[in-house]
T-cell receptor, first 114, second 113 residues
Framework: DVKVTQSSRYLVKRTGEKVFLECVQD?????MFWYRQDPGLGLRLIYF???????EKGDIPEGYSVSREKKERFSLILESASTNQTSMYLC?????????????FGDGTRLSIL | GQNIDQPTEMTATEGAIVQINCTYQ??????LFWYQQHAGEAPTFLSY????GLEEKGRFSSFLSRSKGYSYLLLKELQMKDSASYLC??????????????FGRGTQLTVWP
């Protein structure tokens, strides 16, 4: 079974802090994704990565950056946290290639910015 | 732009059949996924359709009509544990976005005893 592990289930930080959310997958997947999920808005893509050192902006990249130094790890960085970044953050990974390959999700990190 | 529409909420009773619809307008298409997400948990993959027609997997079936930009998820013999949010997602086939998914806002299904 694919395992996508996010470093924290719950996280509380203060406005202005630099926040790191970590995601690790154990299936040697090329593609990795970061989403945020808010009530009534569904899943929105922040950034994604096709392979090591590669990154592409999703629909809402402002205020975020990412790092993919190793294939199994994809980090989301909030450069200077703000209250409107309070949300559930979900990481996903996927094997590149056939179109029917699904994305596999981690359990999520519920981040509160005070 | 990408537009994925699905109803916000649905209710049904145990043992019944429910159909959750999804319509989409996207600039590219490389298949449609359905995911299930229980409250506080990760979305889990249910089905994938790329050709027109019905795909059946036990109590769950998914249908696709590419010409109509329409899909549905059919749940039979509903159980209480089927209470969850169901997410429709379209895969894009454009260049560097291969494999990227565009999600609808999810349909919250409540199953009553």
């Amino acid at each position: 079974d694919v395992k996508v592990t996010q470093s924290s289930r719950y996280l509380v930080k203060r406005t202005g802090e630099k926040v790191f959310l970590e995601c690790v997958q154990d299936m040697d997947h090329e593609n990795m994704f970061w989403y945020r999920q808010d009530p009534g808005l569904g899943l929105r893509l922040i950034y994604f990565s096709y392979d090591v050192k590669m990154k592409e902006k999703g629909d809402i990249p402002e205020g975020y950056s990412v790092s993919r130094e190793k294939k199994e790890r994809f980090s989301l960085i909030l450069e200077s946290a703000s209250t409107n970044q309070t949300s559930m953050y979900l990481c996903a990974s996927r094997r590149q290639g056939a179109s029917n390959q699904p994305q596999h999700f981690g359990d999520g990190t519920r981040l509160s910015i005070l | 732009g990408q537009n994925i529409d699905q109803p916000t909420e649905m209710t049904a009773t145990e043992g019944a059949i429910v159909q959750i619809n999804c319509t989409y307008q996207t600039s590219g298409f490389n298949g449609l996924f359905w995911y299930q997400q229980h409250a506080g948990e990760a979305p889990t993959f249910l089905s994938y359709n790329v050709l027109d027609g019905l795909e059946e997997k036990g109590r769950f079936s998914s249908f696709l009509s590419r010409s109509k930009g329409y899909s549905y998820l059919l749940l039979k013999e509903l159980q209480m544990k089927d209470s969850a949010s169901y997410l429709c997602a379209v895969s894009s086939d454009r260049g560097s976005t291969l494999g990227r998914l565009y999600f609808g806002r999810g349909t919250q299904l409540t199953v009553w005893p």
